[in-house]
């Protein structure tokens, strides 16, 4: 796949997959499905849910290393700051080869333009927090993270 076909791909997940409501309760149940999805999987990684800021559920499995953490924290930073997914900023930087690093002066230890973060969009109103995770290939992150947002918007 090309950097622009995964550009639209992502595009069009961010428009699709937005809540109508969102709560605590909800934020937690997602964390939990990707967990239970790690576990039976054998996945070393960490899972980050936020919401306005506030960690709603983080939980790292059998083989996560205090580097996914530090992962997590860069590209929810990322997500933030642009309001699009962190694998969708890393795409778009390439099809329109900006160095979002060098052109924002954000330093590569705090921002990281790799998938696995990924918005929780509310319908309406725009992002209110973010899903991550943290421990495989960055594809692989950015597609369980969809996933579980598919299969909680069911």
């Known amino acids: 796949m090309t950097d622009a076909e995964e550009l639209a791909q992502i595009t069009e997940q961010e428009e699709r997959l937005q809540f109508g409501s969102f709560s605590n309760d909800r934020g937690i149940d997602l964390g939990l499905m990707i967990l239970d999805r790690a576990r039976s999987r054998g996945l070393a990684l960490a899972i980050d849910v936020r919401r306005h ?37 890393g795409a778009f930087g390439r099809v329109n080869d900006i ?9 590569p230890n705090t921002f990281a333009f790799a998938g696995g973060s990924f918005p929780i969009l509310l319908q309406g ?27 909680v918007l069911a």
């Not at 997590?72 to 990322?78: G, Q």
């Not at 933030?80 to 900023?89: D, K, N, V």
């Not at 160095?99 to 330093?107: G, H, K, N, T, V």
């Not at 927090?129 to 597609?143: E, I, M, N, Y």
């Open 125 to 151: 109103t725009g992002p209110i927090g973010t899903v991550t995770v943290s421990g495989l290939p960055q594809r692989d992150d950015h597609a369980l993270v969809v996933w579980a947002l598919e299969r």
């Open 53 to 89: 800021g506030v960690c709603l559920f983080h939980a790292a499995t059998k083989g996560a290393t205090p580097d996914n953490a530090e992962w997590i924290e860069r590209k929810v930073r990322v997500v933030e700051r642009f309001a699009h997914s962190s694998l969708y900023m």
């Open 99 to 107: 160095d979002f690093q060098s052109r924002f002066q954000l330093p």
